[in-house]
Nanobody, 120 residues
Framework: QVQLVESGGGLVQAGGSLRLSCTYS????????MGWYRQAPGKERELVAV??????ANYADSVRGRFTISRDNAENVYLQMNSLKPEDTAVYYC???????????????WGQGTLVTVSS
């Protein structure tokens, strides 16, 4: 059993900041990559930022320069969001790509999501 638990969402005014946290727990798989996705009302889920096990990070163009993804160990990932805009309003989901040695394949794991609302 694998679980991702997010925290840190909430309501903030435009220009403000929030920090999202995600903790991985459960079966000891090899974590290849962790990241954040978001889904706004009426829109498809989209990539926000990902970080590999080697700490290489990639960002969506819409958040580059404002958001920073980081990992403090293999099981925790954070998203520092600065200069927030109303269009950043969405449910943010933590995601992990893990490798199961017993199943010999990669598995994708999702958190339950945390709501971020940016008021204008």
């Amino acid at each position: 059993q694998v679980q991702l638990v997010e925290s840190g969402g909430g309501l903030v005014q435009a220009g403000g900041s929030l920090r999202l946290s995600c903790t991985y727990s459960g079966s000891r798989f090899d974590i290849s990559r962790m990241g954040w996705y978001r889904q706004a009302p009426g829109k498809e889920r989209e990539l926000v930022a990902v970080v590999t096990s080697g700490s290489s990070a990639n960002y969506a163009d819409s958040v580059r320069g404002r958001f920073t993804i980081s990992r403090d160990n293999a099981e925790n990932v954070y998203l520092q969001m600065n200069s927030l805009k109303p269009e950043d309003t969405a449910v943010y989901y933590c995601n992990a790509l893990v490798y199961s040695r017993s199943l010999k394949r990669y598995l994708e794991v999702w958190g339950q999501g945390t709501l971020v609302t940016v008021s204008s």
